[in-house]
């Protein structure tokens, strides 16, 4: 059991898996825990075999508490479910968290120019869209609708795992494809709007992207945005 | 062509013991796994719907995350149970626990992780007879007030260094007050440490792997108890109703101190979290941090497991009041 448990940690923490769930930091120190539980497991039946060679026989000395049962739940749910990253379930019932960023660092003068939803949305909102003007940019997340229909593009900010994951949303304006399914990917180019709306749930400020082109893309490595905790 | 040759039956399958009957461990644990492997498109079915798949990922999320730490945690309180001998103890705490409860919560600054690690240590702290009061300052204040905590809220909160000093002195207060009232009120009984086998007769090396599996498996099973309760809370209750609490300012730190308990999150990660909760006052974004790395359901469970249930259920409620005090007075001083 605890090998088992040992070995799915390494097998998340060795693959990309572990991403879904907590931030990249973390992966040295799943990979550790697994190792442990593994060693652990192989020492526990070393010692068990010892002991029974012995000739003592008399089984082993304490039972484990029936609460450990418990333990195989996760097993479960990461062998053979693989829960995806959190998507527009969450993102639609949590406020956006953008906070204002301390600095707007010079953009690079790629065109068009590859920004962070975090990021565009920081600029366009607290720095009124002065680094964006004349730009075109463009944002990567995943697409929720809110209960009126209002399409956003979505990014979910990490701190420590999915526990903490907050949304950070830009609302979506122009040429917006005609069909939107919550939770595809996109890749969305497009210019600055100084248009804004208040969350909903918080009232936290929602900037607008004013769209020209919209296309979806594979689900990136990471699905979460970790800028805030480096 | 084949010539199977029947092999006779050996004695090792006849069962010698009364324990063969009973079904081993091993044995339910591989049928399980069997079972869930066989029923596996079912369950996916009924776990697609929205709600259950961010229930599951949060669950599972709190789980992988805490469980690294978790095993940092086991095996330093293992090394303790196993290699650190009662007197060292004895020798480098003050032999007064009045003076002992600042003392081991002044320690807790060196053990850099998050609760997790503290609720196994602090019970191997108590079976290597350390003052309970001061094993239970240095486990209400080793999560919050570690560099890494410390550091992560300095970066949650640029604008505030202040937060800093006042996360630092509040959980220091909280912590040793607990102490100090543990000492004068706490009895022994409601302490019930579960019966670790003893470790006479065995190497140091099998002592110490024991120690490792039985509290990883322990602990392990009742962070899986805490961790279904906040995706569940996670999941399910609605975030808007924060709004109305942010407005008055009592109702805000109790709101914040609540959502602590609640949500489980992790101390490294909790700054980040307060530090979004923009609505709400510094006093009430302090409670939120006060309260989170000394009490939530995840350490609730753990608690109970490692201490027994009688002693949670006392423990938990008086940490949250001294918590919030502590930190409304804090933040009045400070902030």
Request: a positive charge; charged letters at 15%; proline letters at 9%.
């Amino acid at each position: 059991m605890l090998f088992l448990l040992g070995a799915a940690l390494l097998h998340a923490g060795a693959t990309d898996l572990y991403l879904r769930y907590v931030k990249a930091g973390l992966r040295p120190l799943l990979l550790a825990a697994g190792a442990v539980l593994i060693v652990t497991a192989l020492a526990t039946a070393w010692y068990e075999r010892r002991r029974a060679g012995g000739g003592h026989g008399e089984g082993h000395a304490h039972p484990e508490p029936r609460v450990s049962w418990l333990l195989i739940l996760p097993l479960l749910a990461l062998i053979l479910v693989a829960p995806p990253a959190l998507g527009s379930y969450s993102a639609t019932r949590t406020g956006t968290a953008l906070q204002e960023p301390l600095a707007y660092p010079s953009l690079s003068a790629a065109d068009p120019l590859p920004l962070s939803v975090v990021d565009y949305a920081g600029r366009a909102v607290y720095d009124h869209g002065r680094t964006l003007a004349g730009r075109t940019v463009r944002l990567t997340g995943f697409v929720a609708l809110d209960h009126d229909g209002t399409p956003y593009l979505v990014r979910m900010a990490l701190n420590c795992c999915a526990a903490d994951a907050q949304p950070v949303k830009v609302g979506l304006t122009g040429h917006i494809p005609p069909v939107l399914q919550p939770d595809t990917w996109l890749a969305v180019t497009g210019g600055y709007t100084p248009r804004t709306v208040r969350d909903p749930v918080n009232g936290g400020p929602i900037p607008f992207l004013e769209v020209t082109d919209a296309r979806p893309v594979p689900t990136p490595r990471d699905p979460y945005d970790e800028s805030w905790n480096n | 062509m084949a010539i199977v040759e029947e092999a006779p039956p050996t004695g090792e399958r006849t069962p010698q013991s009364p324990e063969a009957k009973r079904l081993t461990s091993p044995l339910v644990l591989t049928m399980l796994l069997l079972l869930m492997v066989l029923l596996q498109s079912p369950i996916r079915r009924a776990l697609s719907a929205p709600v259950m798949q961010s229930w599951t990922t949060v669950f599972v999320a709190v789980v992988v995350q805490a469980l690294p730490f978790l095993v940092l945690g086991v095996l330093l309180s293992a090394a303790i149970a196993v290699y650190v001998p009662p007197s060292f103890f004895a020798r480098a705490l003050p032999s007064r626990p009045a003076l002992a409860v600042p003392v081991a919560g002044m320690a807790g600054a060196v053990l850099p992780g998050c609760e997790c690690a503290s609720v196994p240590v602090a019970g191997a702290l108590v079976r290597r007879g350390v003052t309970p009061a001061a094993a239970l300052a240095f486990l209400l204040s080793a999560p919050a007030i570690n560099p890494i905590v410390l550091t992560a809220t300095a970066v949650a909160f640029p604008r505030n260094p202040e937060m800093v000093l006042a996360r630092f002195v509040a959980s220091l207060v909280a912590a040793c007050t607990m102490g100090w009232l543990w000492q004068r009120l706490g009895r022994t009984d409601w302490l019930r440490l579960p019966a670790h086998a003893p470790h006479e007769g065995e190497t140091r090396g099998a002592a110490f792997w024991d120690s490792v599996r039985h509290d990883v498996m322990h602990a392990g099973g009742f962070l899986v108890v805490g961790a279904m309760a906040a995706a569940t809370l996670k999941a399910v209750a609605p975030q808007s109703w924060l709004r109305t609490a942010a407005d008055n300012p009592a109702l805000a730190v109790l709101t914040l101190a609540v959502l602590a308990v609640v949500l489980s999150i992790c101390s490294e990660a909790d700054a980040f979290v307060a530090a979004s909760l923009t609505q709400f006052s510094l006093t009430a974004r302090l409670a939120f941090l006060v309260v989170g790395p000394m009490i939530d359901l995840k350490l609730f469970a753990m608690q109970a497991g490692t201490f027994g249930r009688g002693f949670a259920l006392r423990f938990a409620p008086a940490t949250f009041a001294l918590a919030i005090a502590s930190a409304v007075l804090t933040g009045w001083v400070l902030l």
